[in-house]
């Protein structure tokens, strides 16, 4: 990688904390590699030679099975993904995509857990990432289970707002073909429940979704700070740990906030 990019990659949530010595064994076969769109990355179930992750663009995570298929997260930066497969060197449980033209730095494998070895720091940092990631599944197969398409749905605005601070005014990531397999419904069912979500003050224009009334929403969506991460984040893409971690401390900080939603955080 040229210099630029070892500054750039130093200061990766991954990285930050490391020795130097770690980060030049960690980094030594790494490379920056630019994808267009709709590019396959891995196959389930292929051997995990390396940790992506993702700098610029959306990723698509996905599963099969029986000739279906289903969306398992669709990534923003700064992502890592395959980590824990990585660690356990082990092969992927689900394959990836570019949605659109994306960057991502891709670290061999063999590195990552000589580095975990060497530091301890960076032990710690990898199992930071991990943390986030299985607490953001956890929310995943709560809100999966729990709730309705609609409420889903609903939830999903909110959760969008919150991220990207845009008041009443939010724009879809992706077409809502991916939507749709993301929340656990068909197509037709995502169309259904933005009909429903119509006397709630919600229109639809394309990828535009206009939310007139945030207090109707919120009241049939019921957020839940043990489920959603609805806290404002001032428009900044972070890595899930962090969002975790900014979840945890702003409903602390927002008791009135998290007893709204029924319960309190923490």
């Known amino acids: 990688m040229r210099a630029s990019d070892l500054e750039r990659v130093k200061s990766l949530p991954l990285f930050t904390d490391v020795a130097a010595d770690t980060f030049r064994v960690a980094t030594a076969g790494a490379h920056l590699q630019r994808f267009p769109g709709n590019t396959v990355l891995l196959l389930e179930g292929d051997p995990v030679d390396f940790l992506y992750v ?27 993904f395959i980590l824990a497969a990585v660690v356990l060197d082990a092969e ?15 670290i061999p494998g063999d590195a990552i857990r000589t580095a975990m070895r060497l530091d301890p720091r960076f032990g710690m940092a990898v199992s930071r990432d991990l943390a986030g990631c299985y607490r953001g599944l956890v929310r995943t197969i709560k809100n999966h289970k729990l709730r309705n398409s609609t409420e889903r749905l609903a939830n ?43 006397q709630h003050g919600v229109t639809v224009e394309g990828a535009v979704v206009t939310l007139r009334s945030i207090g109707a929403l919120e009241a049939l969506a019921k957020p839940d700070p043990l489920i959603d991460n609805h806290a404002p984040r001032g428009g900044e893409i972070v890595a899930e740990a962090d969002a975790e971690v900014w979840s945890s401390e702003w409903y602390r900080a927002n008791p009135s906030d998290a007893s709204a939603a029924g319960k309190r955080h923490g």
């Not at 610029?56 to 930066?77: F, K, M, S």
């Not at 689900?94 to 960057?103: D, W």
Request: glycine fraction near 6%.
């Open 54 to 80: 993702l700098l610029d663009g959306q990723v698509e995570l996905h599963g099969t099975w029986n000739d279906r298929e289903t969306v398992l997260a669709i990534l923003r930066p700064v992502s890592t």
């Open 92 to 106: 992927a449980l689900m394959s990836a995509r570019t949605l659109e033209r994306c960057e991502i730095l891709m």
């Open 156 to 198: 999903y605005l909110l959760a969008l707002r919150a991220a990207d601070n845009s008041g009443g005014v939010v724009r879809l990531h992706h077409e809502k073909r991916v939507l749709a397999s993301l929340l656990g419904m068909t197509p037709e069912n995502l169309s259904r429940a933005f009909a429903a979500l119509q």
